[in-house]
């Protein structure tokens, strides 16, 4: 198969990619800021069986050079089967201290990346019988679940991300994709430990990453546009 992940140098995003380059005969397209971690993957999975591709790339960037990313994944890819809108970016302030920056930054990471990303991507996925795409929104971006103080801008953007995958399911329909979207609960990453100091989460990002990996594989044969709570504890 081939697959791009974002956010793929920590946490999650940094376990997906492990769960596909151990699935062997894969090519695998990282996206991270951080180089050299992707680098160590690259260099610690030559015998795998699978082929990771480093874009070391700021996705905060993509909306004023759509097509700089993209392009390079062309040359590297004659189709794509699996697309995952990892990346993500949380700013805890209280309500009243946010300001512009703090929002448009969550909208340009959290929300326009993933629309810009697979808008330019699109037409890779024809090549492919299994045309998956799935976005990691996060349970406070989920209707209806408790929200908590500082993560405003965060959650809202979040929220965004996972009405852009209802709305694209039946946009892209017609093409063949399905896309469907995860919202994790509390995981032990950096990115928690960041949003609620001290608190330590019943789920691994091991755990995660590996139940992400079969979602991706697997749910686009069965079910298209949902969005899904997948959460053990709040936070």
Do not use: W
């Not at 699996?82 to 970016?89: D, Q, T, V, Y």
């Not at 971006?141 to 500082?150: A, L, N």
């Not at 946009?171 to 509390?186: F, W």
């Not at 608190?199 to 298209?224: L, Q, S």
């Amino acid at each position: 198969m081939n697959i791009i992940i974002t956010g793929a140098s920590r946490g999650i995003g940094y376990q997906i990619a492990e769960s596909f380059i151990r699935g062997g005969n894969n090519r695998t397209g990282l996206i991270a800021r951080k180089g050299g971690i992707l680098e160590n993957m690259k260099k610690e999975n030559i015998s795998s069986g699978s082929e990771v591709i480093p874009y070391v790339y700021d996705l905060d960037t993509i909306i004023d050079h759509p097509q700089e990313l993209t392009e390079r994944i062309k040359r590297d890819f004659d189709h794509l089967d699996i697309l995952i809108n990892n990346a993500g970016f949380l700013v805890n302030k209280p309500f009243t201290e946010l300001q512009a920056e703090d929002y448009i930054k969550s909208y340009r990471i959290n929300f326009l990346a993933p629309a810009f990303l697979i808008k330019n991507l699109l037409p890779l996925f024809s090549g492919s019988s299994l045309r998956h795409i799935v976005n990691i929104s996060s349970m406070g971006g989920y209707q209806g679940s408790e929200k908590f103080p500082g993560l405003t801008a965060y959650s809202a953007s979040k929220a965004a991300l996972s009405n852009l995958t209802e709305s694209l399911a039946v946009e892209l329909k017609d093409q063949g994709i399905h896309i469907n979207c995860l919202a994790p609960g509390a995981v032990q990453t950096e990115m928690l430990a960041q949003a609620f100091p001290g608190f330590k989460a019943p789920v691994t990002p091991e755990e995660m990453g590996e139940f992400i990996y079969h979602f991706a594989v697997e749910a686009g044969k069965v079910m298209n546009g949902k969005v899904i709570p997948v959460s053990l504890s709040m936070p």
